[in-house]
């Protein structure tokens, strides 16, 4: 008995080991990876919970800030897994889809069409103006904020996807570069990257980030979601000497850009600031902001028109419940409008302006599955950009540990050995496939809707359940 339960032992041991050495080597699971053998019991209890579900009261949609539908929908697609479900709809809609008694058949429909950004002649013409081919790309996320795995995961898989990915405000690093997709340039209120000595513009350095051809546009960071009012926050455990020489600030101390940038205080400034960087870079310039006062928007549409030479090229909308950053709670809970508010406010005043041609609008903030990026571009968005859905794309599960350093699948990691664990190669396939299916449902609701494609959506098919009228707020002059 003693031997039988000695050699019982040790095949427990050798198949541990054995499985031990297979996860290690895998590529697939980062949590394996980075915790072979007791990773399992997450997968353990993630599929077991979809049966137990039904007997407790703690719903699919019930979890925060991202509920489990929004984040399987993400990983099955990352994974190009069949989305398809059975037995009805779990979901609580907020808002549906007005479909057409006539919906567009196959041989209608057409591809998504691209849109301009910036005008190559006129008033605040740029040099190179940029065609963008996708409505749905990648924002603006810091290398040190993310891993440098998760970055180059990023890079990778926007080129195979063709969509463009922003830098956040951390400055341009090589891993944004490598994988050769289109790139958009943050200038946050700290100005990294592109800061001299004194953390002032450096228009020598704004020349050298603008002669990548891979750098397609510039944009003025006024606000994030996270922490309207509040500059963004790398603590210093994060900021290694590799990411303290590409922003231009101390090794080992936090990272705190200041408030608002301090050369602009105005919206006139604000203007002189845009075709500053325009001129110096040759290539468009966007304003990321979140909506406070929608006053603010006449009065700076109305500069728009009367000194076009300042007038931006787009402007990317982010709502209140955005971010992906740290940032303090009641920033993140309670300061500025969130997107079902602010993107109307923000179409509606481009209409009453006519600069409907001029400016384009980029919505972002919690849009990462098809039917909130169907909703925003009815509302009069002409591209979605998206951050967190990304991150979800490279195995994110919304551990909530982004500023610890300790992000157990290594996306916001500075602890080598999780980082390790995140393979880019793997990654890039998986942020391909999960922008290639959300475009797909997309256009396939712009379908049931009787659109050709995507740019035909408008307020009027969309339908706010709790106000039980058609569309929310339309932009003036629209149907």
């Known amino acids: 008995m ?25 590529t697939s699971h980062t949590i394996l990876r980075n915790f072979p053998v007791v990773g399992y019991f997450r997968y353990f209890a993630e599929t077991l919970g979809e049966y137990m579900r039904q007997y407790q009261y703690l719903p699919d949609w019930s979890e925060r800030p991202f509920n489990r539908l929004e984040r399987t929908w993400v990983y099955r697609s990352a994974k190009n897994v069949s989305n398809l479900r059975s037995f009805g709809s779990e979901n609580v809609p907020s808002f549906i889809f007005r479909n057409a008694a006539f919906p567009v058949l196959d041989e209608e429909k057409r591809p998504w069409p691209g849109k301009m950004m910036g005008i190559g002649e ?16 990648v924002s603006g996320m810091s290398y040190g904020a993310l891993s440098h795995a998760a970055v180059s995961a990023l890079s990778r898989g926007a080129k195979m996807a ?46 050298e980030i603008a002669s990548h051809e891979q750098v397609r546009m ?38 705190i850009s200041p408030n608002r940038h301090k050369d602009v205080g105005s919206i006139r400034e604000l203007g002189m600031f845009v075709d500053r960087v325009r001129t110096i870079t040759g290539k468009p310039v966007g304003v990321k902001f979140v909506l406070g006062d929608p006053a603010f928007l006449d009065e700076w549409f109305s500069d728009c028109v009367m000194h076009p030479e300042g ?39 481009r ?16 849009l990462i599955t098809p039917d909130k990026v169907a909703w925003a571009l009815c ?80 307020p009027r098919h969309v339908t706010d359940i709790e106000r039980g009228v058609g569309g929310f707020r339309a932009p003036q002059g629209s149907d």
């Open 122 to 137: 006129g008033p605040g013409a740029c040099r190179q103006p940029y065609f963008a081919k996708s409505f749905f790309n």
């Open 351 to 366: 209409e009453r302006h006519g600069l409907r041609d001029r400016i384009r609008i980029i919505a972002s903030a919690k």
């Open 218 to 255: 510039f944009e003025v960071k006024l606000a994030q979601g996270a922490k309207p009012g509040k500059g963004g926050i790398l603590p210093g455990i994060k900021v290694t000497p590799e990411i303290a020489a590409i922003r231009g600030i101390p090794v080992g101390e936090d990272s």
């Open 311 to 349: 007038c931006p090229d787009y402007v990317q909308i982010d709502g209140g419940e955005g971010g992906s950053g740290a940032a303090p709670a009641p920033l993140m809970d309670y300061v500025g409008l969130p997107i079902t508010l602010a993107l109307g406010h923000v179409a509606a005043a």
């Open 162 to 207: 063709g969509i463009w990915m922003a830098t956040g405000e951390g400055g341009l690093a090589p891993y944004h570069l490598e994988g050769g997709c289109d790139v958009v340039m943050q200038l946050g209120t700290a100005k990294y990257g592109a800061r001299d000595a004194g953390g002032n513009l450096s228009e020598d350095k704004l020349r």
């Open 379 to 458: 509302m009069g968005a002409d591209f979605v950009s998206s951050a967190r859905g990304f991150m979800f794309s490279l195995g994110c599960i919304q551990a909530m540990k982004c500023g610890s350093g300790n992000c157990p699948t290594g996306v916001t990691a500075s602890v080598p050995r999780l980082i390790d664990g995140l393979d880019p190669t793997d990654k890039a396939v998986r942020v391909k496939y999960y922008a290639d299916r959300l475009r797909e449902e997309v256009e396939m609701i712009a379908h049931s809707c009787g659109a050709t494609d995507p740019t035909g959506f408008l």
């Open 2 to 26: 003693m031997a039988f339960t000695i050699v019982a032992l040790l095949l427990l041991l050798g198949g541990l080991t054995l499985l031990y050495i297979h996860d290690r080597r895998q």
